[in-house]
């Protein structure tokens, strides 16, 4: 089981916004990133950080966190077809020595 | 342009061992910590071990602590992950996995990963 919690699944409307949630302890301490993966494709870093992006990620694209509720948040404005993948977070473990990821939240862009 | 080429999976018996290797290229392979991350059959990533850059430090997930080891050549921009005392539960596809600029956990770069599959 993982130390982070996402939620299954999600859907959202073609040019809605959809927001995808992470929570874990470490989260008070650490900041999330959030990685992208596609079917039959290795993952792709979309946000670190807090809320940065890599070069080449598109800005509809960012990321948040709450210390104080220990959950982090990413967030897609205006969703494309596109975008439709799994999402996962990942952060240190509460003792900063180790990584963890979510269980992955699967976005479907209808 | 980073470039990361897993090798060295194949299908292994309960209780068997192998290795993984990782050629790197792109970038100045010493001054990064180096991963593995895996993902099982139709589940979700999970983090299995780093590496410090000048290959001196490395710690694991709970779930491989023991039998797996992980090491690095930098003289050859390698990367290597020695897998022993294998269960079915160790099946997937394991990737090798260069942090951001930043620093862990930002994983920046991410090779097409290799697949083990335990099996009897």
């Known amino acids: 089981s993982s130390d982070l919690t996402q939620d299954p699944a999600v859907s959202v409307a073609l040019g809605q916004t959809v927001t995808i949630t992470c929570r874990g302890d470490s989260l008070r301490i650490f900041s999330a990133s959030w990685y992208q993966q596609k079917p039959g494709q290795a993952p792709i870093l979309v946000v670190y950080g807090e809320n940065q992006r890599p070069s080449g990620v598109p800005d509809r694209f960012s990321g948040s966190r709450s210390r104080g509720t220990g959950s982090a948040a990413l967030t897609i404005t205006g969703a494309q077809a596109e975008d439709e993948a799994d999402y996962y977070c990942n952060s240190r473990d509460i003792t900063g020595n180790l990584v963890t990821f979510g269980g992955g939240t699967s976005v479907t862009v209808l | 342009e980073v470039q990361l080429v897993e090798s060295g999976g194949t299908m292994v018996q309960p209780g068997g061992s192998l290795r993984l290797s990782c050629a790197a290229s792109?970038?100045?392979?010493?001054?990064?910590?180096m991963h593995w991350v895996r993902q099982g059959p139709g589940k979700g990533l999970e983090w299995v071990s780093v590496i410090r850059g000048n290959g001196r430090g490395a710690d694991y997930a709970d779930s491989v602590r023991g039998r797996f080891t992980i090491s690095r050549d930098n003289n050859r921009n390698s990367l290597f992950l020695q897998l022993t005392s294998l269960t079915t539960e160790d099946s997937g596809l394991y990737y090798c996995?260069?942090?951001?600029?930043?620093?862990?956990?930002?994983?920046?770069?991410w090779g097409q990963g290799t697949l083990v599959t335990v099996s009897s």
């Open positions: 792109g970038f100045i392979f010493r001054t990064y910590s």
């Open positions: 996995v260069k942090e951001h600029s930043t620093g862990w956990p930002n994983f920046a770069q």
